[in-house]
């Protein structure tokens, strides 16, 4: 009774959570700014390297190198754009942990749930399901954060003028991966709001009416 009590409780606080999820997102998402997109897809990379291999590895995967004429025009271009860069990078940052906090806390809160309800006889299969599913959703995002964190100070601090090809690469490898993360944040918000929370009410309607069988059964043993 006491186990069963406890968990409404919690279940109370996890559905409150997830109702303030959304909120949260959008506040985070008007920190965005005008990021740069595009619609090569990102291919995420380990971040443990320093920006000179980094950036090597941006020009091998570059797979059209601007022409002399291409590469011109970027010189007269790219430091003024750097300048908006390095504002958009304070911005994605500080979304980025607005958006990874709201993930902390409601994982660990998912977390906690899905332990007190496994001591009721409350069946939580799809509802560990949904758990994994999050972990991997967040965890994916985390990743390719870092490689865009990464990209964006590379694209900031690299020498345009003087290597023009490596302002382009690096560039490309930020619109690509901030493309991936856009996707990402859309799918976990939707996660989120459409598919975790029904059987966050189905659990708490389950727990709901057990406590109140059991209540009306001790009255009528009294």
Do not use: W
């Amino acid at each position: 009774m006491k186990t069963a009590f406890r968990t409404i409780i919690l279940l109370a606080l996890v559905v409150a959570v997830f109702g303030a999820a959304p909120r949260v997102f959008a506040a985070a998402e008007a920190n965005d700014g005008d990021a740069p997109v595009s619609s090569t897809p990102a291919n995420p990379g380990p971040t443990e390297k320093t920006s000179a291999q980094r950036i090597e590895e941006y020009k091998e995967k570059l797979l059209v190198k601007p022409t002399a004429a291409e590469q011109t025009r970027l010189k007269t271009r790219c430091q003024p754009a750097q300048g908006i860069s390095k504002t958009l990078a304070t911005k994605v940052d500080t979304s980025h942990k607005a958006r990874a906090a709201a993930y902390e806390q409601i994982t660990t809160k998912l977390d906690k749930l899905v332990a007190g309800l496994e001591e009721t006889d409350f069946n939580t299969t799809e509802l560990k399901a949904q758990q994994k599913k999050l972990g991997e959703m967040t965890t994916s995002y985390a990743k390719n954060y870092a490689v865009y964190k990464d990209a964006l100070a590379d694209l900031n601090a690299l020498d345009c003028m003087a290597d023009p090809v490596a302002y382009k690469a690096a560039l490309e490898v930020a619109r690509a991966t901030r493309l991936t993360l856009s996707r990402e944040v859309a799918a976990i918000k939707a996660y989120l709001t459409d598919t975790v929370p029904p059987q966050l009410l189905k659990a708490k309607t389950a727990l709901d009416n057990k406590t109140n069988q059991q209540s009306d059964d001790k009255k009528d043993a009294q």
